[in-house]
């Protein structure tokens, strides 16, 4: 059966008895003793009664600073020394006027009710700061709970503001995927995490009650022992070893005690949920992310490949029935698709290492014209009926890159430029460098960007608002990741002009070789 909260009404309490306060009494003894002296310096001057309000007044002080106990006695001892010291016959308990007695009465109930009322009226006034202090602390464990993230700081925190209220070691312990129950929070040194008291939190585990130190059920152990309760079942158990031995016999305390562990459980249980929310969306977005790629990657993989198999079939099928031009088109044909694919499953392999964090950067100098002319090179083809710009100041410095990476991005940044510009449009690579830095542009004169896409293009499988060009949507968040993991950034702008730019930056840290060695 479900367990939905834990009552204290359900929990046997092993009674103890109180020792009485003897020092409370001696003070009382003390009081009427002082008392008695007062009224021996104003008896020659004064009535009697006026005597009484002495005696009073004693019994009242007693009240307010003592319990019920000490006050009962101040009201006889202070009607016994009236008697003694100030009816006559003197120094003697015989009373030799009767109408004494009914003040001696009178005296000790007048007296009674005082101390009555004063020590119920302190011990109201206690309780009230009692429930202050309760309300304060619960009060500020619920804030703090409510804005932690996270079981084991959501844990931390809860041992913190318990120790704060109850004093004593704490600890908290979860069950595994057996159900079997581990220390989380809290020093097993310091706790006295013994087997027989790890077998007392499996019993308050499995049986969602209260058990331990303090109680009728398994009272031998050291600590007390409360199940962390909330809606779905059972969560954990909350320990406390008490700095003061029997300090929690009282029902508030422990009715405290209860709430704290209540809140406790909540907000482990609201964090558990969020947690589980959280990988539940992951999951559901790793498989989205899944299905976009093998869509994407399914439909550029077709393409190229049904080319390269349609020229492939002709040519082995019909060679004899084409001409030279038809036969080197039909070449040409398989070598484009060729290395479209190739592009396509090198952009694959570097998102995967991107991805699985296993991309290393070999950083050495080289010179930026290098690496552009490289780039050039290997889209000789598809660049062939395109202008390309290319200025490189000639005093521009070596960059610490790694050179293969970074010819990836200026592929991507072309291959993308050609797939969204007209044919025949020009392109523009651009580099300065300042400030420690080297500056890379890539331009075209395409129509340019939808405002608001200029920092989406670079999210995997973004391709734009209204796209039709081929492609995965994984070269420009490609080239982000490797700009990134040299230290750079990248961003992409619409010009002035006309056409979209895309810049990133080179930081040139360390040494240039033409420099080492050198004093400065």
């Known amino acids: 059966m479900q367990q939905e909260g834990l009552s204290i009404s359900s929990v046997t309490v092993a009674a103890r008895p109180h020792n009485p306060d003897w020092a409370a009494y001696g003070r009382a003894t003390a009081v009427v003793a002082l008392c008695t002296a007062v009224a021996w310096l104003m008896f020659p001057y004064f009535e009697a009664s006026n005597l009484i309000m002495v005696y009073l007044l004693g019994v009242t002080g007693v009240a307010a600073r003592s319990g019920p106990g000490p006050s009962a006695l101040a009201s006889v001892l202070s009607v016994a020394a009236f008697d003694f010291f100030f009816v006559p016959p003197y120094l003697t308990f015989v009373v030799a006027d009767a109408q004494y007695l009914v003040t001696f009465g009178v005296m000790l109930v007048v007296a009674l009710v005082i101390s009555g009322l004063t020590v119920r009226i302190r011990a109201q006034a206690e309780t009230a700061r009692q429930r202050e202090r309760r309300t304060a602390a619960l009060y500020a464990l619920s804030r703090e709970l409510a804005s932690t993230r996270g079981v084991e700081h959501v844990l931390r925190a809860a041992t913190r503001h318990i120790a704060e209220v109850f004093g004593g070691h704490i600890a908290i312990l979860l069950p595994d995927p057996s159900g079997h129950l581990s220390l989380q929070i809290g020093l097993p040194a310091q706790f006295g995490m013994t087997p027989s008291e790890l077998g007392v939190a499996q019993w308050v585990y499995e049986h969602g009650q209260m ?48 709430t704290f562990a209540n809140q406790t459980a909540l907000a482990l249980e609201r964090t558990q949920l969020a947690e589980a929310a959280q990988e539940a969306q992951i999951r559901a977005e790793t498989e989205r992310l899944r299905s976009s790629l093998l869509s994407s990657v399914s439909h550029d993989l077709r393409t190229p490949l049904a080319t390269i198999t349609g020229a492939a079939s002709s040519l082995l099928e019909s060679e004899e029935k084409f001409d030279a031009p038809t036969q080197r088109e039909l070449l040409e044909s398989l070598s484009e698709e060729a290395d479209r694919l190739n592009r396509l499953v090198n952009n694959l392999l570097e998102m995967t290492r991107l991805e699985s964090g296993t991309l290393q950067v ?74 420690a830095t080297v500056t890379v542009e890539v331009a075209d004169r395409g129509p340019g960007l939808p405002s608001g896409d200029e920092k989406r293009v670079f999210d995997k499988f973004y391709r734009g608002s209204g796209s039709t060009s081929r492609g995965a949507g994984l070269g420009l968040a490609i080239c982000r990741g490797i700009v990134e993991a040299h230290g750079g950034r990248i961003w992409a702008e619409n010009r002035p002009e006309g056409g979209v730019a895309f810049c990133f930056t080179i930081p040139l840290t360390g040494t240039p070789p033409e420099l080492e060695g050198i004093d400065a």
């Open 211 to 258: 058990a331990g130190c303090g109680t009728a059920t398994l009272p031998g152990a050291k600590a007390l022992y409360l199940p962390l309760i909330a809606s779905h079942g059972t969560l954990g158990v909350l320990g406390l070893q008490p700095a003061v031995p029997h300090s929690l016999e009282a029902p508030e305390q422990l009715h405290q005690l209860e």
């Open 362 to 435: 070999r950083k050495e100098w080289y010179p930026l014209e290098e690496v552009v002319g490289a780039a050039l090179g290997r889209l000789a083809k598809l660049l062939r009926d395109r202008p390309v710009t290319t200025s490189l100041p000639a005093d521009l410095p070596l960059v610490p890159i790694d050179d293969v990476l970074l010819e990836q991005v200026l592929i991507n940044l072309l291959d993308n430029a050609v797939k969204h510009t007209p044919d025949g449009s020009p392109l523009e690579i651009t580099a300065w460098a300042h400030d």
